[in-house]
């Protein structure tokens, strides 16, 4: 007996460390604050969550409790990458909107979020999707679309994937999660954190820009202040530094449209639409500098096929497509971007301009 209580007393203290290191850090949102408290503050109070980059956060589990927490659908959901992220309510005149942009997103997200909206029987009535050229380039594919891996397997299995049949009824717990209070594996991430004082940490707020990172509670973003009021210049030299390197963001070791990719994209366009959902197809321009050196390198002429290839499915299927990737269009210019690639939100509206516009059908 006594040795029982000698060996609680010597693991007592370690057991104890492990769950308030566990705590204190929370590094993955699972016991001190979870997605879901924080999906409830924006998708029932309607606060802007500040703090979120700097914690690290993951952002398909954010889009997951935000859409169980609202009470009906929207009816305009916005997908795509962060290239679409800092589309707001106010820009398609209705509250009745959510911002599904994902970072580094690629064709398995779009089935993600998809998947997400179909699950909870709330597909939107309208849905804006971003083409990015690089959806279609499996060379710079990631894994980051499996943290929703029950919604892409769902949209797999509607659409005839079939990646995993047995899994009709999507879950994730994006609440707390108990078993990671003494878990070891969460303890050794958690204290690598430590020494740089990170942990997770949000605060909500009712402004609509402060001076760090901004998620708002319809799911659009605004930058930071020092990105808010970046100098041209600058943009203009990552730019140049860029192309010096022959390198354009995921285009990267792509020599043609992946067949797959593309039919996975066209079937979930064709569900959508039988669904009874507006499908609005989305150009993202890219910068004058950076288009007119992706125009003059042969390795590059992809995106070119991919903006043709997109528009020849708008006019077959009868889509609204708006945009291009071309500038030309919305009179972009350098001073309009944040970065080398996002442009800036008071610009946002001029690059959704109509290109094709479906025609109506006769009675």
């Given at each position: 007996?006594?040795?029982?209580?000698?060996?609680?007393?010597?693991?007592?203290?370690?057991?104890?460390?492990?769950?308030?290191?566990?705590?204190?850090?929370?590094?993955?949102?699972?016991?001190?604050?979870?997605?879901?408290?924080?999906?409830?503050?924006?998708?029932?109070?309607?606060?802007?969550?500040?703090?979120?980059?700097?914690?690290?956060?993951?952002?398909?589990?954010?889009?997951?409790?935000?859409?169980?927490?609202?009470?009906?659908?929207?009816?305009?959901?916005?997908?795509?990458?962060?290239?679409?992220?800092?589309?707001?309510?106010?820009?398609?005149?209705?509250?009745?909107?959510?911002?599904?942009?994902?970072?580094?997103?690629?064709?398995?997200?779009?089935?993600?979020?998809?998947?997400?909206?179909?699950?909870?029987?709330?597909?939107?009535?309208?849905?804006?999707?971003?083409?990015?050229?690089?959806?279609?380039?499996?060379?710079?594919?990631?894994?980051?679309?499996?943290?929703?891996?029950?919604?892409?397997?769902?949209?797999?299995?509607?659409?005839?994937?079939?990646?995993?049949e047995g899994n009709l009824h999507p879950q994730k717990n994006t609440g707390k999660d108990m078993g990671k209070w003494l878990s070891l594996d969460y303890f050794r991430y958690n204290v690598t954190l430590l020494p740089e004082r990170k942990r997770f940490q949000v605060s909500y707020t009712d402004d609509w820009e402060t001076e760090r990172y901004l998620k708002h509670y319809d799911g659009s973003i605004a930058y930071q202040r020092e990105l808010r009021e970046g100098d041209t210049a600058t943009v203009e030299e990552l730019t140049r530094q860029s192309m010096e390197e022959h390198v354009v963001y995921r285009m990267t070791d792509y020599q043609e449209i992946d067949y797959g990719h593309w039919k996975q994209f066209e079937r979930l366009v064709t569900w959508l639409q039988a669904q009874g959902v507006e499908v609005i197809l989305y150009l993202p321009p890219y910068s004058p500098m950076m288009y007119n050196y992706i125009e003059s390198e042969e390795a590059f002429q992809i995106t070119l096929e991919v903006e043709a290839r997109v528009q020849e499915l708008a006019q077959e299927r009868q889509i609204a497509l708006y945009g291009s990737y071309d500038p030309a269009g919305c009179g972009l210019e350098m001073t309009d971007l944040y970065d080398i690639y996002h442009v800036k939100t008071e610009k946002m509206m001029d690059t959704f301009y109509p290109v094709n516009l479906p025609k109506e059908q006769d009675d």
């Open positions: 007996m006594k040795k029982w209580c000698k060996a609680i007393l010597f693991l007592l203290p370690v057991i104890i460390l492990i769950a308030v290191v566990n705590w204190y850090v929370d590094s993955y949102a699972m016991l001190r604050i979870t997605y879901d408290q924080i999906g409830e503050q924006m998708a029932v109070y309607g606060r802007n969550v500040e703090g979120l980059e700097e914690s690290d956060f993951n952002d398909r589990n954010l889009f997951l409790a935000c859409v169980k927490q609202q009470e009906v659908s929207r009816e305009v959901i916005v997908a795509g990458s962060s290239r679409v992220m800092n589309f707001d309510h106010t820009m398609f005149g209705t509250d009745s909107f959510y911002n599904a942009g994902l970072s580094e997103s690629t064709v398995y997200d779009l089935l993600a979020v998809s998947g997400v909206l179909a699950a909870e029987d709330k597909l939107p009535k309208t849905m804006v999707i971003g083409v990015d050229a690089f959806l279609f380039n499996t060379s710079h594919d990631n894994d980051r679309w499996k943290d929703l891996y029950p919604y892409v397997n769902y949209m797999g299995v509607i659409l005839n994937e079939k990646f995993d």
